[in-house]
């Protein structure tokens, strides 16, 4: 996935204003991908084993895996390998409502994450 690494630069040029320009950063790039590469492997288990818990991602995870989206293909055929099915990603969902469906998807994520690699 590091052939992403200037095309991620280029979308999120348009991040940066808002947000800071560490988001250009080489080294958060790289991290970024890494922790990209882990909530895949979440989502993958997750699938694996029928947990009916969508995962959320970070906002540097996210931004990883729009860019991903960016190349069909290659998501296409990473999202088969890894999952054995397309894994849909879901913007729709922005009530955080303490108990809704989303705050309690972010809090499972959390748990799951730590459990899986360690604290955020």
Known sequence: MA???QKTREELNQVVSVSG???REDLYLEEAVKRYKGFLHLVSRNIKKKLNN???PTYDIDLMWHT???YPRSYC???MALAGQMLHHDDTDTDQSKGG???VSIKTT???WSEMF???
């Open 3 to 5: 052939t992403y690494t």
């Open 21 to 23: 320009a560490i988001y």
């Open 54 to 56: 969508p995962c959320v």
């Open 68 to 70: 991903h989206q960016l």
């Open 77 to 79: 055929k990473d999202a």
């Open 101 to 103: 469906k989303l705050d």
């Open 110 to 112: 959390t748990q799951q």
């Open 118 to 120: 360690g604290s955020l």
